[in-house]
């Protein structure tokens, strides 16, 4: 059984052979790498920073992790080790402490087998090695900040589910259309329905205001809502977009876990495809936890009927890599911020060219949003992004303006 650490400081007191004294305060590392160069040089330079438990022998870090589990906030390996590589031991550290971060260190990263690491590793990150000391401390920084993010300062008057419901009653919500495009001609393939709120965004920013309240039943009322206004303007989709008519509606973990909103779902695509008009669903990655058994089941579901689910802003947790090996999604749309600092921040860019493989490999699409420059497309383009979307391409539009542009062939204005 797990010890918790006031029992792990007693049973130091007795010299149990099997613990090592780590700081209560600072997040608890464990390193497992048979270099021992760099085991020193991480110990040397960031012990100000973390507490790390170092080891060279794969077989005696687990011993370690194995009696000290409740104490261990992130682990990381080396592929290549003896006796026990690191995908074999990032695997038994999964189903020891699964709810502990998992980095996997590697050469060649291109020679992993992808797979396995996803579906019984389920690593976090995948970082190519040699690293140097400040890209693992980025890379360690941002893991333990999603582990345990900042408490949000409370504010005197906050959103609140009641007032999004009150704004609905008033109609008092539109849709804009953002065109999504092919990553390899800049070819129009559809685009995505955004809801706005104009009165509420007068006082909060239209982030703050689903996440207030995408847990909650006026997620499902919304929702219902635009799906009715976008059946009614289905016939204008098909005559805006032709043969590229798709449209992706995005939706909530809460409304996946409802059995009668997933039948509604499921009756909405069916009549906007017999108006012409394809549809694609997107959950945001902050919202799926890895054993969330009813929103698996509402996915498979959808699956089921061949309608797409993709996970959004996929990379801004720790559970991207884990639920890929689900296998119910149909690709990912890489996170607006993941995506922003791929010209700048090699963790960032390293991860977008190895996530991009892994989707090749597993047959998922893979878009990219928050496209800002053309330095942005070109590289995904060579990374083999299948989608692109951003205010570099084109911005959000009102069905109108678009129809107003009409007469002018939409393409990529970058």
């Not at 918790?4 to 209560?24: A, D, H, I």
């Not at 797979?115 to 890379?139: W, Y």
């Not at 408490?151 to 065109?179: C, H, N, W, Y």
Request: proline share 5%; net charge negative.
């Amino acid at each position: 059984m797990p010890y918790s650490r006031n029992t792990l400081n007693f049973l130091r007191r007795l010299e149990f052979p099997f613990m090592e004294v780590v700081g209560l305060t600072r997040p608890v590392i464990l390193l497992v790498d048979d270099d021992e160069r760099l085991l020193a040089a991480v110990r040397r330079t960031l012990s100000g920073s973390f507490d790390f438990v170092t080891h060279t022998d794969p077989e005696a870090a687990f011993e370690w992790l194995v009696h000290n589990r409740a104490q261990i906030d992130l682990i990381i390996a080396d592929l290549v080790m003896p006796t026990l590589d690191g995908i074999g031991f990032l695997k038994k550290a999964a189903r020891t402490a699964p709810t502990v971060p998992r980095i996997l260190l590697s050469g060649n990263v291109s020679n992993i087998s992808l797979r396995e690491a996803i579906n019984q590793a389920m690593v976090t990150r995948v970082l190519a090695k040699p690293v140097s000391v400040a890209v693992l401390k980025d890379a360690i920084d941002r893991v333990i900040q999603i582990k345990c993010p900042a408490p949000k300062p409370a504010t005197a008057t906050g959103i609140s589910p009641e007032m999004i419901s009150a704004a609905i009653d008033r109609a008092d919500f539109r849709t804009v259309l953002q065109p999504r495009f092919r990553a390899s001609d800049l070819a129009l393939c559809g685009s995505e329905l955004l809801c706005r709120m104009p009165s509420l965004e007068k006082e909060f920013g239209i982030d703050e205001i689903f996440e207030a309240c995408w847990d909650h039943p006026v997620i499902d009322r919304l929702t219902s809502q635009l799906m009715a206004l976008m059946i009614d303007q289905a016939p204008r989709y098909r005559a805006l977009m032709e043969d590229a008519a798709s449209v992706a509606v995005n939706i909530s973990a809460y409304s996946l876990r409802n059995p009668k909103f997933l039948e509604l779902l499921i009756r909405f695509y069916e009549k906007m495809r017999m108006r012409g008009v394809g549809v694609t669903f997107e959950v945001p990655e902050r919202q799926i936890q890895p054993d969330d058994h009813d929103l698996l089941a509402g996915a498979c579901r959808l699956r089921e009927r061949g309608i797409a689910l993709l996970i959004d802003d996929f990379g801004s947790g720790n559970n991207s890599l884990e639920l890929l090996r689900h296998e119910v999604f149909a690709g990912i749309k890489l996170d607006r911020d993941l995506i922003g600092g791929i010209m700048t921040d090699f963790l960032d860019d390293a991860f977008v060219e190895w996530i991009a493989r892994v989707c090749s490999k597993l047959g998922l699409s893979i878009s990219g949003k928050g496209i800002e420059n053309r330095q942005l497309v070109e590289k995904l383009q060579i990374y083999g992004i299948t989608e692109l979307q951003g205010f570099y391409l084109g911005g959000p539009v009102s069905l109108e303006e678009w129809e107003a542009a009409v007469a002018v062939p939409l393409s990529a204005s970058g």
